[in-house]
Each structure stands twice: as C-alpha cells, then as structure tokens.
Nanobody, 123 residues
C-alpha cells in the first residue's frame, strides 16, 4: 500500500531523496509522515506534510537539512535529505495519517506504513 525507495549508502555531507508511493485510500487526503528507526533505538518522527502541503513539521535533528514534499497527482511523497550525517543512519519509513483531525508527530496515529528503506551514512 505504501512503497518506499531511494535509500542507499552515502558519505557524510551527501544527499539522498526518498520516495514513497501510495495508492487510493492510503494516500488521498491524508497527511504523510516520515519516521526512522536506528538499530537498538525506538522509531522516531522525522517529518510530516499535510494533504494540501500547508502544514509541515520537522524534528529538531533534521530541520534545515531535510525537506518533505508531495505530488498528489502521483500519490507520492518525497523526503529530500541533504548534509547527511552518520547519525542519520536508519531504516526510513513513510506512513499515512488519518484523513481527519490535525497532523500529528505521534507514530501511533498513522494507520498505513511502508516496508522501510535503509539509509546508511558513512563518516
């Protein structure tokens, strides 16, 4: 229902762009979030974008380096990651939030999840 792509291995300071393609109800009129999980750590919020693009939110650790965007005609949300650091290494997940209420950074509110894509940043 949600399929991520674009992960890989990159050197510190480099860039990657993740994509997440949804379909039908898993994407339409829903806020989309990006989360990540590093080995031995809990899943953490990275960024979110409302359905119309009017609402955005970023975690403190990525603000100013990552940019979330979406193309609703293609049922796709993107995460542009610049100035990557080794601590950004994690599996990145996209998720679709509820089609009602305000977008939230809490993972429990997100109903649909992708399988994840690995991002590894070498020092």
């Amino acid at each position: 229902q949600l399929v991520e792509s674009g992960g890989g291995l990159v050197q510190a300071g480099g860039s990657l762009k993740l994509s997440c393609v949804g379909s039908g109800d898993t994407f339409r009129r829903r806020p989309m979030g990006w989360f990540r999980q590093a080995p031995g750590k809990e899943r953490e919020f990275v960024a979110l974008l409302g359905w119309t693009g009017g609402v955005t939110n970023y975690s403190h650790s990525v603000k100013g380096r990552f940019t979330v965007s979406r193309d609703n005609a293609k049922d796709t949300v993107y995460l542009q990651m610049d100035s990557l650091k080794p601590e950004d290494t994690a599996v990145y997940f996209c998720a679709a939030g509820p089609s009602f209420g305000s977008p939230t950074t809490g993972a429990a509110a997100y109903r649909y999840w992708g399988q994840g894509t690995q991002v590894t940043v070498s020092s």
